[in-house]
Structure formats: C-alpha cells, structure tokens
C-alpha cells in the first residue's frame, strides 16, 4: 500500500504532463463556443458613428460576418485591409467596437476605410461578454435570422478566408437565394 503512495505523485505529474502536451496542438482559432447554432445575444447599443441605437434585430436579414475589434488591437489593423477587401466583394460585414474609445474608433474608420454596414459600440464589453469573446479580433458567421453558425479567432486574412470562411458564407448566401 505504502508503495503505491509512493506512486501516486509520479502518476499525477504524468497525467498533468498529457493534458498540457495535448494543450500545444490546440488551434486557438477553433476555441469552442457554446452560442453556435443559437441566436445572437439581445443588445441595445449604440452605432459607432452615428450614435442611434441598435439592437440585434438590425443584423438579421442577410447573412453577415460579425468582427469585433479595436483600435488597440494590434491584429486588428493586421486583419483591417482584409475587411476592406471583403467590402468590395459584396461581403456583409457588422462591427464590434469592442471596449474602445469611441472618438478614436471613429478616426480610425476614416483613416482606414469603414468596411461595416453596421458597427456597434461596446465601450463596457457587455455585448462581447456576452459572445465570449476573449480579446479582438473575433469573427462570428450569422445568417440571415441571426442565428451564430461559426466563430472565428484571430486575424482573417486570404487563407482564412478561402478555406475557412468564404464556403460557410457562402453556402449561408445560397440558403437565401430562390
């Protein structure tokens, strides 16, 4: 008995040393999120440009990629010229103004280009609380009744987007379509 006292540490420690060997193979772009598949969550919040309210009936209609970003997001200017790209495609896109200021949001939407049909300010980060979100940039795919059907994590870039992305938006536009 004494013996397998002994033991008992050297087993712990292996064990603790799978998870953690396991954990370095984990995509952080593929955190599991327990909101696909359901609706995305109520807010009323204002729009970062012109201030009137939104709430989440305003994103339902079409499908949409949701960014949620910031201007101290270093990635997010990384991800920023993307989005631009994706405008010009004929791709949907919301914003998350996520804990930010929203003066220096609104400057740098004219320095960059503003690549949202709607952009939302969540200056206290309850709307990203709510998502689950754990920092920007993030990326959620809804369709057109709003429901989330993917999260992304990090910075989408033409990689990303062609084959991650563009077939799940996709496959959402053709839904839509007659």
């Known amino acids: 008995m004494k013996r397998l006292l002994l033991l008992l540490p050297l087993a712990m420690f292996l064990a603790l040393a799978v998870i953690l060997y396991r954990g370095l193979f984990i995509d952080p772009s593929e955190l599991p999120s327990a909101l696909i598949g359901k609706p995305f969550p109520a807010f009323s919040l204002p729009a970062v440009q012109s201030g009137q309210t939104l709430t989440e009936a305003d994103l339902k209609g079409k499908p949409a990629l949701v960014n949620v970003w910031a201007t101290w997001c270093v990635a997010c200017r990384v991800e920023h010229p993307?989005?631009?790209?994706?405008?010009?495609?004929?791709?949907?896109?919301?914003?998350?103004?996520?804990?930010?200021?929203?003066?220096?949001?609104?400057?740098?939407?004219?320095?960059?280009?503003?690549?949202?049909?709607?952009?939302?300010?969540?200056?206290?980060?309850?709307?990203?609380?709510?998502?689950?979100?754990?920092?920007?940039?993030?990326?959620?795919?809804?369709?057109?009744?709003?429901?989330?059907?993917?999260?992304?994590?990090?910075?989408?870039?033409?990689?990303?987007?062609?084959?991650?992305?563009?077939?799940?938006?996709?496959?959402?536009?053709?839904?839509?379509?007659?």
């Open 82 to 178: 993307m989005l631009n790209k994706l405008l010009k495609q004929g791709v949907t896109i919301h914003g998350v103004n996520y804990k930010d200021d929203n003066a220096a949001a609104q400057k740098w939407l004219v320095e960059f280009h503003d690549p949202y049909q709607l952009n939302i300010n969540d200056a206290r980060g309850t709307l990203g609380l709510d998502l689950g979100v754990y920092g920007a940039p993030e990326t959620f795919l809804i369709d057109k009744q709003g429901i989330i059907r993917h999260k992304f994590v990090g910075v989408i870039d033409d990689r990303v987007w062609r084959e991650q992305l563009a077939p799940l938006y996709q496959e959402l536009v053709d839904e839509v379509q007659p």
